[in-house]
């Protein structure tokens, strides 16, 4: 199985500052997709970005973007302006092209946001 | 928006009894659907895949004969925990995959079973 790994189990940052969550994937595929989900303490998964791996240009939805490095097999989530409503889990989350929309996601990051 | 639902979203049951889980896609049709376990703090993990009309496939070191899942139709799958033991407590979380163009997978809210 593929392998994600988020080696920052924790992360704080200030409101309205800028933080960048790292994550590292492991596959040999060479189209997969990979996405960045938020889990509040509601505990329901939130879709925050996606990105193809056939596509160079990183995805943005408005204050999160993403840093897409292919060839280092890293994918990190940038989240600008920070809210109170960011802090959350995040996970991150590899889907292969040829493992059935399987999805296999990583330990994940708590992220505190500080007033 | 796809909206994937899961009944019940609690459940306490005692040791050794059955306790079945719905998710329901609402407004799609899935015809696979995913069963994941959440431990405390800890990640989502793959316990199936669930295909309608056709036998789950299940992760390895996940029993089939515990967690017996049935996709009978296009927006319904169950996860039946059968003869439940503490250790089984935990929140399940399903997901449907919404094909086609958009080719997504939805989350459910997540089901929290508490085994006494």
């Known amino acids: 199985a593929q392998t994600v790994t988020q080696s920052q189990p924790e992360m704080s940052v200030q409101e309205a500052e800028t933080v960048t969550l790292s994550c590292t994937y492991d596959t040999s595929e060479s189209d997969y997709y990979l996405f960045w989900y938020k889990q509040p303490p509601s505990r329901q998964m939130i879709l925050v970005i996606r990105q193809e791996a056939y596509k160079q240009q990183n995805a943005t939805e408005n204050r999160f973007s993403v840093n897409f490095q292919k060839a280092a097999k890293s994918f990190s989530l940038k989240i600008s302006d920070s809210q109170l409503g960011d802090a959350a889990m995040y996970f991150c989350?590899?889907?292969?092209?040829?493992?059935?929309?399987?999805?296999?996601f990583g330990t994940g990051t708590s992220l505190t946001v500080i007033p | 928006g796809a909206v994937v639902s899961q009944h019940p979203s609690r459940v306490i049951c005692k040791s050794g009894t059955s306790v079945k889980i719905e998710c329901r896609s609402l407004?799609?049709?899935?015809?696979?659907m995913f069963w994941y376990r959440q431990f405390p703090k800890q990640s989502l993990m793959l316990m199936a895949t669930?295909?309608?009309?056709?036998?789950?496939?299940?992760e390895q070191g996940v029993e089939k004969d515990k967690f017996l899942i049935n996709h009978a139709s296009l927006t319904l799958s169950t996860l039946t925990v059968t003869s439940a033991h503490p250790e089984d407590s935990s929140f399940y979380i399903c997901?449907?995959?919404?094909?086609?163009?958009?080719?997504?997978?939805?989350f459910g809210p997540g089901t929290r079973l508490t085994v006494t």
């Open positions: 989350a590899y889907e292969g092209s040829n493992t059935g929309n399987q999805f296999y």
């Open positions: 669930s295909n309608e009309g056709s036998k789950a496939t299940y």
């Open positions: 407004d799609f049709q899935a015809t696979t």
């Open positions: 997901s449907a995959l919404k094909g086609g163009v958009e080719n997504e997978q939805y």
